[in-house]
C-alpha cells in the first residue's frame, strides 16, 4: 500500500501546486489590469491638462502669427489691362465698390505647400478673380504686409468633454501696432485688414467625440496635417465651419450648416489642425473657435512672447514640427500585457500540473511492476 500512499501524496502535491499557480495568475492579472487602468486615469486629457496647471477656467495660450495687412487701391477689377495677379486688390475697402460678400470655395489648393502654407489656385468672385499670390498673407512682404508674434487664450471650461474656447465678435488684435497707420486702417478704431495663422497638435483618439468648431468673417481655411478639411474663402459675413473625427479617424466636415460629409481626409496618432484667417474688409470681424473632446497637448511653460502658464505644445519656429513637444495627453494601454501575464502564468501552471501529473502516472507504473 505503500506506492498507494507515495501516489496520494504526489497527487495532493501537484494539486497544491496548480491551486497556488492559479492564485498567482490572478493576482497577477488583477495588479497587471490596475497597474493599467492607474496608469491610464494617469494619461488621460483631464489628468495631463491637470498636472499642467489646467483647471476650468484657465487660460492656455496657443502662439499665432499675425500679419498687418495694408490696403490696396481701388483699382477696376474687371478692367484685365490695367489688374495682374500681383497687384490685384486683395485687402480692400467696402468704398471700393467691387466687394462681393459671400462665401468663395477653391482658392486655395486642396495640399498646403512645401512651406506649410496654403498655396492660391485661382477664384471667380472679385476679388479673387485670378488670385494666384498669397505670399504677403502669411509672410513679410515690403510694403505690403508686416508680421507680428501674439497669442490667442483659449478657456478650458468644461472637465466633462475636454473643451477649450476663444470667442471675440470684435475681433481687432492689431489695433495697437502702426504699419498700416499711413492707409488709416484705424479710422474706425480698429485694424481691419490683417491676417493670421496658427496650428494645434494633438492625439487622435477616434473616439467619436472630437470636434472642432471655428466661426469667422472671411477667409478662414483648416488644415488637418497638410490637407485641407474646412474651405470658408472669400470675403462674407460670419460663417461656421464644423469638422468631426469619427471612431475610423475619418474626417468630417461642413460648412454653414450642411451635413457634415467625409473630407477624404483620415488621420491616427499625433496630428496637427493648422487654421489660416485673414479679415479682408472694413465692416466687421468675428473670430470664435471652440475644441471638445481633443487631446490637446500642453506643457507647463514661458511662452516666447514673454506669457507666463501653460501653452499648446507647439513650435512656431518650424511649422513642419508634428510631433507633440510636450507629453502626450493621450495614453495607449498595452491591452494585450494583462493578457500576456495571465497566459504566462497558466502556462507554466499547465506545464507544472502535466509534469507532475506524468511522475505521478511513472510513479504508478513502477509501484505496480514491483
Known amino acids: 500500500m505503500k506506492w498507494q500512499k507515495k501516489s496520494q501524496v504526489i497527487m495532493i502535491t501537484a494539486l497544491g501546486i496548480f491551486v497556488l499557480s492559479l492564485i498567482l495568475s490572478i493576482v497577477g492579472l488583477s495588479r497587471t489590469v490596475k497597474n493599467i487602468n492607474q496608469e491610464q486615469a494617469s494619461h488621460t486629457p483631464?489628468?495631463?491638462?491637470?498636472?499642467?496647471?489646467?483647471?476650468?477656467?484657465?487660460?492656455?495660450?496657443?502662439?499665432?502669427?499675425?500679419?498687418?495687412?495694408?490696403?490696396?487701391?481701388?483699382?477696376?477689377m474687371y478692367d484685365q489691362k490695367t489688374r495682374s495677379a500681383a497687384d490685384a486688390r486683395q485687402f480692400e475697402w467696402t468704398s471700393c465698390n467691387y466687394n462681393n460678400k459671400q462665401l468663395e470655395q477653391g482658392i486655395v489648393d486642396y495640399k498646403l505647400g512645401e512651406d506649410y502654407l496654403p498655396v492660391a489656385v485661382g477664384g471667380e468672385l472679385i476679388p479673387n478673380r485670378g488670385l494666384d499670390n498669397m505670399k504677403r498673407w502669411f509672410t513679410n512682404v515690403k510694403d505690403k504686409s508686416k508680421e507680428y508674434a501674439g497669442s490667442l487664450k483659449l478657456v478650458y471650461r468644461d472637465k466633462e468633454t475636454t473643451e477649450f474656447s476663444f470667442v471675440n465678435n470684435d475681433f481687432y488684435p492689431l489695433d495697437t501696432v502702426n504699419f498700416s497707420d499711413g492707409d488709416k486702417v484705424n479710422s474706425d478704431g480698429h485694424n481691419h485688414l490683417f491676417t493670421m495663422n496658427f496650428a494645434i497638435p494633438f492625439v487622435v483618439a477616434a473616439s467619436g467625440e472630437e470636434t472642432l468648431e471655428i466661426t469667422a468673417d472671411d477667409d478662414t481655411f483648416v488644415f488637418v496635417g497638410d490637407e485641407l478639411v474646412l474651405d470658408m474663402g472669400g470675403i462674407h459675413d460670419a460663417i461656421k465651419g464644423e469638422?468631426?473625427?469619427?471612431?475610423?479617424?475619418?474626417?468630417?466636415?461642413?460648412?454653414?450648416?450642411?451635413?457634415?460629409?467625409?473630407?477624404?481626409?483620415?488621420?491616427?496618432?499625433?496630428?496637427?489642425?493648422?487654421?489660416?484667417?485673414?479679415?479682408?474688409?472694413?465692416d466687421e470681424s468675428v473670430?470664435?473657435?471652440?475644441?471638445?473632446?481633443?487631446?490637446?497637448?500642453?506643457?507647463?511653460?514661458?511662452?516666447?512672447?514673454?506669457?507666463?502658464?501653460?501653452?499648446?505644445?507647439?513650435?512656431?519656429?518650424?511649422?513642419?514640427?508634428?510631433?507633440?513637444?510636450?507629453?502626450?495627453?493621450?495614453?495607449?494601454?498595452?491591452?494585450?500585457?494583462?493578457?500576456?501575464?495571465?497566459a504566462t502564468v497558466l502556462g507554466m501552471t499547465i506545464v507544472l500540473a502535466s509534469l507532475f501529473a506524468a511522475m505521478l502516472a511513472h510513479s504508478l507504473i513502477r509501484q505496480k511492476r514491483r
Request: with cysteine; net charge negative.
Open 46 to 76: 483631464e489628468a495631463i491638462l491637470a498636472s499642467a496647471g489646467v483647471d476650468d477656467g484657465t487660460d492656455v495660450s496657443l502662439p499665432v502669427t499675425y500679419f498687418d495687412q495694408r490696403s490696396d487701391a481701388c483699382i477696376n
Open 243 to 282: 469638422l468631426m473625427i469619427n471612431e475610423q479617424g475619418e474626417v468630417h466636415a461642413a460648412v454653414n450648416n450642411e451635413e457634415k460629409a467625409y473630407s477624404g481626409t483620415q488621420v491616427s496618432g499625433d496630428s496637427i489642425v493648422r487654421i489660416f484667417h485673414a479679415d479682408r474688409n472694413s
Open 287 to 342: 473670430f470664435r473657435i471652440r475644441l471638445k473632446g481633443m487631446n490637446l497637448n500642453v506643457m507647463p511653460t514661458q511662452l516666447a512672447n514673454g506669457d507666463d502658464g501653460v501653452q499648446v505644445a507647439y513650435d512656431p519656429e518650424n511649422p513642419s514640427f508634428v510631433k507633440p513637444l510636450g507629453e502626450s495627453s493621450t495614453f495607449r494601454p498595452d491591452g494585450t500585457k494583462g493578457y500576456v501575464v495571465m
